[in-house]
């Protein structure tokens, strides 16, 4: 298979060429190949994208996703790999789990999954999971999902453990005590809706705890969907100092603001919270100067009955997968009319190395750039592409997302996974 006339994303550059695939790698990057081709002029190649923060449901859940359908979801979205968060029924906190969703995955043959596994034992907080042998069976890091560990000494320890094994620990960071039932960001639209609401130093210091035990153990830590401005500091001032921290964020933490509650709609309700102007202002910095490292989904699908319901008991999270690449490029690179460039805007490089190369890199998995020898992993865009984001055209089981009728760029037209196209829009 030979990809011609396009727009080639590299480590260093764009450039105009083609790619020649065989035995499922990129085999060469020149002109003028010959053989079986597919024009590509007027589309951009980037490397596979690459989702380290995605819940799949299955096993356990399947009413809001399964395997199939998320990853349907995902190559739509132009992902080719995901990795999948450890809070099923029952939870992915032994071998047995890890090797069904492996399983799973490899039958339903789209793009390839990488389970998570559980820090600890059913998600409880008190004693560590089986780390060696969900690290023998396929998992690629470790994390509590949806909590923090609240005991700092078994923290710790699960550092250490994880990192004996070659895995890295994904700490979603809140302090529940602080939350305290709050559902949203306090700030003016808390008081004006008279929703609860949750303070930033439920975030920030699980953050600085995370810090500071990365820091004293010299092991690495990676905080999950940073959404605030305190954070951003914090995770920037580490960095500075040397700390093996590294971080990711949503597209909705910086396309955002807890404006979006103020009708009610549940499909703004996410953990954490939509934060204030500041925040997704500093959120955009973070990821400019390299202190944010990723662009993640948190792809949280809910049945409709989930997000039907009042403000306060409705499920927390947005199906993200089948929109991150068009908001992220939108909001990134090409602004409001992606047809003007400033000299404050990502580059089209940029955006592959937050949401391709950077997840490869931290979770060390094969891919994440462009390059002989590389996996065939790619996502083939049509940057110019203007379309309105409809959640009823999902193929996720979930419809659930604050973007509906929003009018972005980037419409992706192949998905390919080891050589082999695995979505073609029609």
């Known amino acids: ?69 998320g990853s349907r979801a995902a190559v739509k979205g132009g992902f080719t790999q995901i990795c ?25 043959g789209l793009c390839k999954v990488h389970p998570i596994g559980a820090i600890t034992k059913g998600q409880k907080g008190e004693e560590l999971s089986a780390i060696g042998g969900m690290k023998a ?39 529940p005590s602080l939350v305290d039932g709050g559902v949203v960001h306090e700030g003016y639209y808390s008081t004006r809706t008279g929703l609860k609401g949750s303070i930033r130093a439920a975030e920030d210091i699980m953050i600085a705890r995370e810090i500071c035990l990365a820091e004293s153990l010299d092991l690495p830590v990676h905080i999950c969907h940073v959404s605030t401005y305190s954070g951003v500091q914090l995770i920037r001032e580490a960095k500075a100092r040397g700390v093996k921290v590294t971080a990711e964020t949503c597209p909705h933490y910086f396309t955002l603001t807890d404006e979006a509650i103020k009708d009610f709609d549940t499909n703004s309700k996410v953990n954490p919270p939509l934060r204030e102007e500041k925040d997704r202002l500093a959120v955009l910095a973070g990821l400019k100067d390299g202190t944010i490292d990723c662009i993640v989904t948190d792809h949280a699908p809910h049945h409709r009955d989930d997000k039907h319901v009042e403000y306060d008991l409705a499920a927390f999270g947005i199906s993200g997968l089948e929109t991150s690449f068009a908001l992220s490029y939108t909001a990134l690179v090409g602004r409001k009319t992606c ?70 760029f980037g419409k992706i037209r192949y998905t390919v996974v080891d050589g082999a196209i695995k979505y073609r829009e029609e």
């Open 1 to 69: 298979m030979i990809f011609k006339n396009a727009d080639i994303v590299l480590k260093d550059g764009v450039i105009r060429g083609d790619l020649r695939i065989e035995d499922g790698r990129i085999a060469a990057i020149g002109t003028d190949f010959s053989g079986e081709a597919l024009d590509c002029t007027g589309l951009t190649v980037f490397p596979g994208l690459i989702d380290m923060h995605v819940h799949l449901r299955e096993p356990g859940f399947e009413r809001k996703e399964d395997i199939e359908s």
């Open 84 to 108: 999948c968060m450890p809070n099923t029924d029952p939870v992915t906190d032994n071998k047995v789990v890890v090797t069904y969703i492996k399983a799973r995955a490899k039958e339903v």
């Open 137 to 175: 069976a396929g998992a690629v890091a470790l994390s509590e999902d949806g909590k923090s560990v609240l005991n700092t000494k078994l923290m710790a320890s699960a550092m250490l453990y994880a990192n004996d094994f070659g895995l890295k620990c994904l700490c979603h960071c809140e302090d």
């Open 339 to 408: 047809r003007k460039r400033r000299e404050d805007d990502f580059s089209l490089v940029d955006l592959a190395e937050k949401m391709s190369l950077n997840p490869a890199r931290i979770l060390g998995l094969a891919g994440g750039a462009i390059e002989v020898g590389a996996p065939a992993d790619l996502t083939i865009a049509d940057l110019g592409a203007e379309w309105t984001i409809d959640p009823e055209k999902f193929v996720s089981k979930g419809k659930n997302t604050p973007f509906a009728g929003r009018s972005v």
